[in-house]
C-alpha cells in the first residue's frame, strides 16, 4: 500500500464521533437495530428537506431498494450516464432491467439533457443522473424532460450531500434520491447510504426491503413477539453503531462543506494562470461542495502529470474511466455506445487531494508541482 505525503482524502472526525459511538457501544444492546438508526434517519430529511428517510449498509444497497420499491424490472429501461462509479450503471441490471447510457455535459458533467430525451423509448421506467463530484447536474432541465415523459427521476447524490441549487437542496427534485457516506464522501460512517423521498409508501416499502420484508413493528432483537414476513426483502440494514457515528458526522456537516468550499477556492486561484488546466466551475446559482476537487488537463497530458505527482507523493486519481468501457459491460454485456462528450472528458478529468483537513502548505505543494510540470522547470 503506497505511503502519501498527501493523500486523495482524509475523513475529519472529532470526539463527537467517539463520544457518540461509545454511548452506542456501552449500552451493550441495539448494536444492530436501535434508537440512533431512527434519530440519524430524522436528522437526514430535516437536512435535505425531504419527508422521509431510509438508512441502508451502502449507496448501492440504497439504489437497488429504490428501483426494487418502483417495480422496475424485466424489460425495463433505465438511463444513466456511464461516467460514473459503475455501481449507478449496475443497479438496473440487479433487478432485471437494462442501463441504457447517455451522454453528459461539459458544464456540470452530469447527464446532458438533450440526449437523455434522445435514449427515451416506450420502455424507458426512470433516469438516474449523478450529481458529479459535489456539484448539481442539470436537474431541473432533467426533471423536466422525466416529468414531460411520466419517467421516475431518482437522483444519485451519492457524492453531492449537501449541495444545491438556488437555496433548493439536490436530492429533493426526484421522487427520490439515494445518498451515500462511504470513507471519502462528504460526511461518513465508513460504510453506509439512505434514501429520501417524499412518498410514504415507498418509504414503508423500503423499510420492508432493507430488513427480509419483515413488518417491524418494535426491535426485532428485543421483542418476544412474532413478526409477519409479507415481502421478499434483504438485509441491507444500517447498524445502530454506524448510525450513532453518523449522527456525530451530520451535526458538523457545514463545518465540513464550508472547509471544503474554503480549499478548492484557494486551489482554483492556484491554478487559474496555468493554461493548460480547466478549472471545473458550476454555475452561479449552483452550490458545490466539492466531495471530489477534479480538474481537466488538456492537451493528452493528464497521465504525465498524475505520474509526476505521484512520484512526488500526491496522490490523485482517475474518477471516472467510462462504464461502457469496463470488461463487464464491453466484454460480457456487449454493449457499445457512442458518447463523445463521456469519452473525451475521462481522457482530461484528474482528481486532485481534497478534503476539509488540507492545510496551506499541502495545497501550495501540491499546486507548485503541478506549475513545475508545466512550466518544464
Not at 454493449?335 to 473525451?344: A, D, Q, S
Not at 482530461?348 to 522547470?377: A, R, Y
Request: glycine share 6%; aromatic share 12%.
Amino acid at each position: 500500500m503506497a505511503e502519501w505525503k498527501i493523500p486523495l482524502f482524509k475523513i475529519y472526525w472529532d470526539n463527537k464521533d467517539f463520544e457518540q459511538v461509545s454511548e452506542a457501544i456501552k449500552k451493550g444492546m441495539f448494536w444492530a437495530i436501535g434508537p440512533n438508526i431512527d434519530a440519524f434517519e430524522e436528522k437526514i430529511s430535516k437536512y435535505i428537506g425531504s419527508k422521509y428517510a431510509v438508512t441502508f449498509n451502502s449507496g448501492t444497497s440504497a439504489l437497488h431498494a429504490t428501483l426494487l420499491a418502483y417495480g422496475i424490472g424485466e424489460g425495463d429501461e433505465v438511463i444513466v450516464p456511464s461516467f460514473t462509479f459503475i455501481a449507478t450503471a449496475n443497479a438496473p441490471l440487479f433487478v432485471g432491467a437494462r442501463p441504457v447510457f447517455a451522454d453528459i455535459e461539459e458544464k456540470t458533467f452530469g447527464l446532458d439533457p438533450e440526449d437523455v430525451a434522445e435514449k427515451i423509448t416506450k420502455k424507458t421506467k426512470a433516469i438516474i443522473p449523478v450529481h458529479y463530484g459535489g456539484c448539481p447536474c442539470m436537474i431541473r432541465e432533467l426533471k423536466k424532460i422525466a416529468d414531460d415523459n411520466n419517467i421516475l427521476l431518482i437522483e444519485d447524490a451519492a457524492e453531492a450531500f449537501g449541495a444545491g441549487i438556488n437555496k433548493k437542496m439536490v436530492g429533493t427534485f426526484g421522487q427520490s434520491s439515494i445518498l451515500s457516506f462511504c470513507s471519502n464522501k462528504i460526511i461518513t460512517t465508513g460504510e453506509g447510504g439512505a434514501v429520501v423521498t417524499e412518498s410514504k409508501a415507498i418509504f414503508e416499502k423500503l423499510k420492508l426491503l432493507r430488513s427480509h420484508g419483515r413488518l417491524e413493528t418494535s426491535n426485532y432483537f428485543s421483542c418476544a413477539d412474532n413478526m409477519e414476513y409479507v415481502s421478499l426483502g434483504y438485509n441491507f440494514r444500517m447498524s445502530n453503531i454506524t448510525a450513532a457515528l453518523g449522527i456525530a458526522q451530520i451535526d458538523k456537516v457545514n463545518k465540513i462543506i464550508d472547509l471544503r468550499r474554503e480549499k478548492a477556492e484557494y486551489i482554483s486561484k492556484k491554478l487559474s494562470s496555468i493554461d493548460e488546466i480547466v478549472i471545473h466551475m458550476p454555475p452561479s446559482d449552483y452550490f458545490h461542495v466539492y466531495q471530489m476537487y477534479t480538474i481537466r488537463v488538456k492537451n493528452g497530458r493528464r497521465d504525465e502529470l498524475a505520474k509526476f505527482l505521484g512520484e512526488n507523493g500526491i496522490m490523485t486519481k482517475i474518477y471516472f474511466t467510462p462504464v461502457h468501457h469496463s470488461y463487464f459491460y464491453k466484454n460480457i454485456l456487449k454493449y457499445r455506445c457512442k458518447l463523445p462528450v463521456t469519452e473525451e472528458l475521462s481522457e482530461q478529468v484528474l482528481t486532485l487531494p481534497m478534503h476539509p483537513l488540507l492545510t496551506i502548505d499541502e495545497m501550495d505543494f501540491i499546486t507548485s508541482k503541478i506549475e513545475t510540470f508545466f512550466s518544464g522547470t
